[in-house]
């Protein structure tokens, strides 16, 4: 089926630098998705996008974090500066509508050191 | 409090076995999604099932929206199913994110 591509699937920064996270989502999806999950606990909801916009962010998206699709390209999730608890695997996601099933990607590793 | 509850958060199958997998849900849904975790991390869909019951193979998912609850079930349970089994659900409230239960570690032993 359809799938969301993310690039890199791993990455290891130095805390203080800036990362930038890609997601290639399905096509014709039009809402996109980020979710943090620290190894071991729970999937948490970052932000979703539509239309260009963030719609919703969550306590844990920092002021550090961005997120922008420039003309249709890749869906990017920005951390600048990074910190040591930014460690995690990060997921991007994608659906037709804000009520459909979502694709998930395989994830970005990033270990801030 | 809670809105996605799984149980068990664990369980350990011989080979063969079925296996029930439970969500629970404190609040209205718009879109309801079951999820195998691999261990490596990666998600692979198992159903949309906002409502009713699918079929896939040796899968089954029933939601019966009314008691707020969705089920998974495993029959003939093989080791290579072991992994975590996360249920994800939309709330009713406007806005278009998935909350996720904490998941159900399943290990199937030969």
């Known amino acids: 089926g359809p799938k969301v591509l993310q690039i890199p699937s791993h990455q290891i920064i130095d805390m203080g630098q800036m990362v930038t996270l890609n997601c290639d989502p399905v096509?014709?999806?039009?809402?996109f998705y980020w979710y943090k999950q620290i190894l071991g606990q729970q999937m948490e909801f970052l932000v979703n996008?539509?239309?260009?916009?963030?719609?919703?962010k969550s306590k844990l998206f920092k002021d550090q974090f961005s997120v922008e699709r420039p003309d249709g390209s890749y869906f990017t999730l920005k951390i600048q500066p990074t910190a040591l608890e930014d460690s995690a695997v990060y997921f991007c996601?994608?659906?037709?509508?804000?009520?459909?099933?979502?694709?998930f990607g395989s994830g970005t590793r990033l270990l801030v050191i | 409090g809670q809105q996605v509850q799984q149980s068990p958060a664990s369980l350990v199958l011989q080979e063969g076995e079925n296996a029930e997998l439970q969500c629970n849900f404190s609040?209205?849904?718009?879109?309801m999604q079951w999820f195998y975790q691999r261990p490596g991390g990666s998600l692979v869909s198992l159903f949309y099932?906002?409502?009713g019951t699918k079929h896939s193979g040796r899968l089954t998912s029933t939601t019966v929206i009314k008691e707020r609850r969705s089920s998974l079930h495993i029959s003939s349970s093989q080791t290579t199913d072991s992994g975590t089994y996360l249920c994800?659900?939309?709330?009713?409230?406007?806005?278009?994110?998935?909350?996720f239960g904490a998941g159900t570690r399943l290990k199937v032993i030969a």
């Open positions: 996601a994608s659906s037709f509508t804000g009520n459909s099933d979502y694709t």
């Open positions: 096509s014709n999806h039009l809402y």
């Open positions: 996008f539509y239309n260009g916009k963030v719609m919703e």
């Open positions: 609040t209205s849904l718009n879109s």
């Open positions: 099932n906002p409502s």
């Open positions: 994800a659900l939309e709330p009713n409230t406007g806005n278009y994110k998935y909350v």
